[in-house]
Structures are given as C-alpha cells and as structure tokens.
C-alpha cells in the first residue's frame, strides 16, 4: 500500500515538474516582472537539511525562469527559528520553513499537524491524512486565518530525545530540565520532566554549560548535525513521535502578488522539496546514527513493559488537551477520532 502511494506520489512530482517547467518557459516570453524574496529556515549555513532548504529555493527560481528569485536565511541569520511564523505573517520574510511547535500560541493547530506523541510513522497513512483525509483544507483555513498561505508539508523521521545521564526507566525523567517545544514539552512534563523551549541552534551550549540535561531533535540528523553527542551522550530507544510533519509557509499578501503560472511553479518546487526530504531524510537517519555511535553515543537500557505503558500514557492524556485550544485543533483531532474507530 505505501509502496503504491509513493509511486503515485513520484508520478505527481514528475507532472507537476513538468507543468511548472512548461509554464515558466512561457512565462519567461511575457518577460514579467521579477518577485524577490526572502526564505528564512531553521537551520544552520552547512547543515544537511539547510541544503536541501537551498534546493527549494534555487528550483523555485530556475521553475519560474529567474522571474522569482529567491534569498536564502539560515538560522540567526536575521531571524532565529522562533521568530519565522511572526517574520512571514508580517512580510519581514516573504517564506518560511517553520517548526510549529515554537508557536503554539498563536496557531495551536500547529501543534496537531506536526504529530502529536504516540502519532504513526508510515508515509502513507500520513499523506492519506492530509489529501484525502481532511487535514489539508482545514490546515489551509487555520494558516489563512493568520495571513499565511499554507503549502505542501513534508515528512521528516522521528523524534528522540538526547540525554546528558542514562534513563534507565522513564522515573528518570523526573525533575529533567529537556528542551522540548510544545506537545513534546507537554508529553515530557506528564513523566515528571520540565521542558524548556530553545532554538536548535541554542541546544549545543546549553547542554555543555547544563542549561538543560537533554533535548530532543526535529530527527536524528538534528542530534548528528548539532554535534550533540559531544555533550550527550544517551538516546532513550522510544521515540516521542513517529514523524514530523512540517509546512512551507507564505506571506499571503507577497502570494496575492503571483500570477496563477507563478502560483502553480511555488506549488510543484514544494511537492518536489516534500518528495527530496522524506527520501534523503531516511538516509540521513541512518547514517547520522552511525556517526554518532562511531562518537560514543549510547542507547539507554531497553524499556520495561511498565515504562511503555507509562510512555503511551502520557501521550494519550494530550488529545482533549489539544482539542480544546480552538476549532481547528478540534477538527483536525475528529478526523483522528473517526480514523480510530
């Protein structure tokens, strides 16, 4: 099922490629004015996926025949990853790629998309939820609602949580100062630990001057690029989710800008940039885990039954949380409860 989900996934990048490259050449006759723009992500100059966030940008431009160029800002470069939602909203930042968790007072909704504790790993389950599921209109009208336009999500692997000192059970966690950024924050907290929220780019010093005892990562690949493993040197084996899902935003009035052909470029060089992070993601996992055992990283001890159990428990506890918030976390946690029954 997964497998034939991709495949009509890769036949939808390639025509949407195609479309947009068609359109572009056309474009390109009209000789339309140039739109410039500023594309913040949350990464670091020189890390793996700061690269990959360079290559939306430089397909936009090529898609589009140079007629949107695009400024590529990295982490702390103008605007830390705390501060992208607010940058595009206002138009400071013309994109962004932004980590939902970080502002979850303004759109709680986020929180929800992103997975909450517990959430699947499989691709296709995932892409289901949101094309055909639901989650996608109801997403579009929450970031629309801020004045943003919300554009294809892309998958990344899951979240695991680096630690200073083994936890040999999840009573361990008690007391931890963790940086975890919203749900996982929350999560943490119902097993006794006190989250901290922290740009990624903060986690490094903060862990070596004993700021905080752990961190988790947007994925393994954070952990390796952060050089974490320097300063930590345990990974707790449950993971917090099995995926994250992440969008690309817009500042509604720069896309109002666009002519429709333009539009359509920006729509397909984001399916192609969702399609290029799940794969090169996976890859990345495992070779980031590599490099950092070769470092001395250490697994944590094998969880107990008890300590699963207590691990989904407090996962659990988070969905009336979360549905609660407002009417779109609400609809986005009906869509799960009907999946589940």
Do not use: C
């Amino acid at each position: 099922m997964i497998k034939a989900i991709l495949k009509v996934k890769k036949r939808l990048v390639a025509s949407s490629l195609a479309v947009a490259l068609g359109l572009g050449a056309v474009a390109s006759s009209a000789h339309a004015a140039d739109h410039n723009w500023r594309f913040a992500n949350l990464y670091s100059r020189g890390s793996a996926f700061g690269a990959v966030y360079e290559d939306l940008a430089k397909n936009i431009e090529t898609m589009s025949d140079g007629r949107i160029k695009v400024q590529v800002l990295y982490d702390g470069e103008g605007v830390g990853s705390s501060g992208i939602f607010g940058a595009v909203k206002t138009g400071l930042i013309t994109m962004g790629a932004t980590f939902q968790s970080l502002n979850a007072g303004e759109l709680p909704a986020g929180l929800v998309e992103i997975g909450l504790p517990g959430g699947t790993s499989d691709v296709g389950e995932l892409t289901t939820l949101f094309q055909e599921k639901g989650w996608a209109p109801i997403l579009k009208e929450a970031y629309s609602a801020q004045g943003l336009v919300w554009l294809d999500p892309y998958i990344q692997p899951a979240v695991y949580v680096i630690t200073k000192k083994p936890i040999n059970s999840v009573a361990d966690f008690q007391g931890l100062k963790i940086r975890a950024p919203g749900a996982y924050g929350k999560f943490l907290r119902n097993l006794g630990a006190s989250p901290v929220s922290l740009a990624w780019s903060e986690i490094y010093t903060s862990l070596s001057t004993g700021v905080i005892d752990g961190s988790i990562g947007s994925n393994m690949i954070d952990h390796r690029d952060g050089n974490h493993v320097e300063v930590a040197k345990y990974m707790y084996p449950l993971p917090l989710a099995g995926a994250q899902v992440l969008p690309i935003i817009v500042n509604q009035s720069a896309w109002n800008k666009l002519p429709d052909d333009l539009k359509a470029i920006v729509k397909a060089a984001t399916t192609v940039h969702a399609q290029e992070q799940m794969t090169k993601s996976k890859l990345w996992e495992s070779q980031a885990v590599a490099e950092m055992e070769a470092k001395g990283l250490q697994w944590s001890p094998e969880p107990s039954a008890a300590d699963k159990a207590a691990w989904k428990d407090a996962g659990a506890k988070l969905w009336d949380e979360y549905a609660a918030a407002d009417k779109y976390s609400k609809e986005l946690i009906d869509v799960l409860r009907k999946e589940q029954k």
